[in-house]
Nanobody, 128 residues
């Protein structure tokens, strides 16, 4: 089992940047692929970004591609999401999630059911 704790959320203005972090504890961090999801009020949880266990492959939702960057540090058991050029539509609770390493992750990284462990979320609010 792995425990995840997000941090770094806050209230910013359009065009600003934020960096979210997710600290993992428990099982060996490198056993897991990691993802970021978000959920806005009244909407379903949606995929934002993902990174494979080695950091060798990353994936992004079209809505954030070119603005957000996911990275991980396996030595520090952390995964980060650098968010630039923020827009009001990025307002949501952001969750990090962990998926045990498996052969089909590259086909399923965008699906919330692929992830076994979730953090409690951190609020990001972008004002216009």
């Amino acid at each position: 089992q792995v425990q995840l704790v997000e941090s770094g959320g806050g209230l910013v203005q359009t065009g600003d940047s934020l960096r979210l972090s997710c600290a993992a504890s428990g099982r060996t961090f490198s056993r897991y692929h990691m993802g970021w999801f978000r959920q806005a009020p009244g909407k379903v949880r949606e995929f934002v970004a993902a990174i494979m266990w080695s950091g060798g492959s990353t994936y992004y939702a079209d809505s954030v591609k070119g603005r957000f960057t996911i990275s991980r540090d396996n030595a520090k058991n952390t995964v980060s999401l650098q968010m630039n050029s923020l827009k009001p539509e990025d307002t949501a609770v952001y969750y990090c999630a962990a998926s045990p390493r498996g052969p089909y992750y590259s086909d399923r990284y965008y699906y919330s059911g692929t992830y076994d462990y979730w953090g409690q979320g951190t609020q990001v609010t972008v004002s216009s």
